[in-house]
């Protein structure tokens, strides 16, 4: 029972990435940051999610913020621990936070770069 709800989630993500239309995938890299994770429980692929910011101002301070936000909720969603919480599933998440954290802050470094040019 408790796999089938690791199961789940990942499946879940998947079918969002294959129902996102082509051009949204292959939009400028200023318009989207790609979050790549370690999938949890360990043994399952990495995971992509797309944090959409082409509508933010990442001129000003708010728009960064937001992007932040955007960024640290899908890092959450992707990591989170569903069950059980213990000491291995702990480091597994923090693991895959970092992960996550490594792919996005160069995007996001070089969108507000592109924003202030």
Do not use: H
């Given at each position: ?50 944090v959409k910011i082409g509508d933010l101002n990442l001129s000003s301070r708010a728009g960064v913020g937001e992007m932040e ?49």
């Amino acid at each position: 029972m408790q796999r089938s709800r690791y199961l789940a989630f990942p499946a879940a993500v998947t079918a969002l990435l294959l129902a996102a239309p082509a051009p949204a995938l292959a939009q400028d890299e200023t318009q989207q940051i790609v979050v790549r994770g370690k999938q949890m429980p360990r043994g399952y692929g990495p995971v992509e999610m797309i944090v959409k910011i082409g509508d933010l101002n990442l001129s000003s301070r708010a728009g960064v913020g937001e992007m932040e936000k955007r960024v640290t909720n899908t890092i959450r969603l992707m990591c989170r621990i569903n069950a059980p919480i213990n000491a291995s599933n702990k480091r597994e998440s923090k693991t895959c936070s970092e992960f996550a954290w490594a792919s996005a802050r160069p995007q996001m470094d070089r969108a507000v770069r592109a924003a202030s040019d």
